[in-house]
């Protein structure tokens, strides 16, 4: 698709959901949600903790309105545990914080 993102403002994102205790086989995961009616550019957008801090998209990548995404570091456990998740809203990540 084509958009013209927009900057982000507060609440815009927001964190939705934060999966830190699995059940058995399972795997973590974070979910946040373009509460906007506007397309946001992640490009260097951090997920992290204090200790340590993940760029989500060293290069562009918007996240249209009204659109969940949900970061992971093994993506097909999450479509096998959530048969109704949207395969392109999951994002696989080389570690989580």
Known sequence: F????????K??????????????GGVD???IFNNSKKEINLKNWKLGNKENSY????????IK????????INKQNILNYYPKAVDTNIVNL???P
Do not use: C, R, W
């Open 2 to 9: 084509f958009s013209l993102p927009e900057a982000a403002e």
């Open 11 to 24: 609440g815009d994102i927001m964190l939705n959901e934060i999966l830190f205790n699995p059940k058995k």
């Open 29 to 31: 995961f974070v979910e």
């Open 55 to 62: 760029i989500l998209f060293e290069n562009h990548f918007v």
């Open 65 to 72: 309105a009204k659109q969940y995404l949900a970061f992971t």
């Open 94 to 96: 080389g570690s989580m």
